[in-house]
């Protein structure tokens, strides 16, 4: 099973930022927070990953709490283009120790003119 | 970053018949790939996982010898689906996680499999 809760949809305002929050309060100290995208049919998309400081990239910021049982992903512009269904998947990473992604539900993301 | 290539990305076949996908990393070598599906409106959902050189290991409900993975190089697997029935048709989507770098996982752009 999943070990994350999302809220299975959200809608932004183009230009605007998106916050898509995620709930993993079961999260082990080793298991790091992945995010990944999936856009109508087509596979999904790596958007960032964190253990516990915040993580920024040339695609979004990724927001963890100090305790580590939730996380936000922001998307600061978004654009029409990000519409996609968001993954927050919490995963042991790194070398032959990495562990498979299971995915929960997911947020889908609508992104209006 | 990494790619992972997927032929065919859609295939139509006759129920009973079977049918192979392939899953490539191209720039990188796999030492593990996995395999989800995926049904509309519906979250991935993985299959099983497989290491170079040795058996899959298939997760809990999934039919091993109806989805036959065989991961014979760092640069390959291939999910066959043999004696396919309508509900077989489904997105099949594969991931590697390369070996060298931080073992992170990339997906390919998946397989639709339509099933008559």
């Known amino acids: 099973d999943a070990k994350t809760t999302q809220p299975p949809s959200m809608d932004c305002a183009e230009g605007r930022a998106a916050n898509l929050p995620c709930n993993h309060s079961?999260?082990?100290?080793?298991?790091?927070v992945y995010w990944y995208r999936q856009i109508h049919s087509q596979g999904p998309q790596y958007i960032i990953h964190g253990l516990k400081n915040n993580e920024t990239n040339e695609m979004a910021s990724l927001i963890i709490t100090e305790d580590r049982k939730s996380s936000t992903l922001i998307l600061p512009h978004a654009t029409l283009r990000d519409t996609a269904v968001y993954y927050c998947i919490v995963r042991v990473a790194g070398g032959n120790q990495g562990g498979k992604l299971i995915f929960g539900q997911g947020t889908e993301l609508s992104v209006k003119p | 970053g990494a790619v992972v290539s997927q032929h065919p990305s859609r295939v139509i076949c006759k129920s009973g018949t079977s049918v192979k996908i392939e899953c490539r990393s191209l720039d990188f070598q796999a030492t593990t790939m996995f395999w989800y599906r995926q049904f509309p409106k519906q979250s991935l959902m993985l299959m099983a996982t497989s290491n170079e050189g040795s058996k899959a290991t298939y997760e809990q409900g999934v039919e091993k010898d109806k989805f036959l993975i065989n991961h014979a190089s760092l640069t390959l697997s291939t999910l066959t689906v043999t004696s396919a029935h309508p509900e077989d048709s489904s997105f099949y989507i594969c991931s590697a996680r390369d070996g060298q770098a931080a073992g992170e996982l990339f997906f390919g752009e998946g397989s639709r499999l339509t099933v008559l």
């Open positions: 079961t999260i082990s100290g080793n298991e790091y």
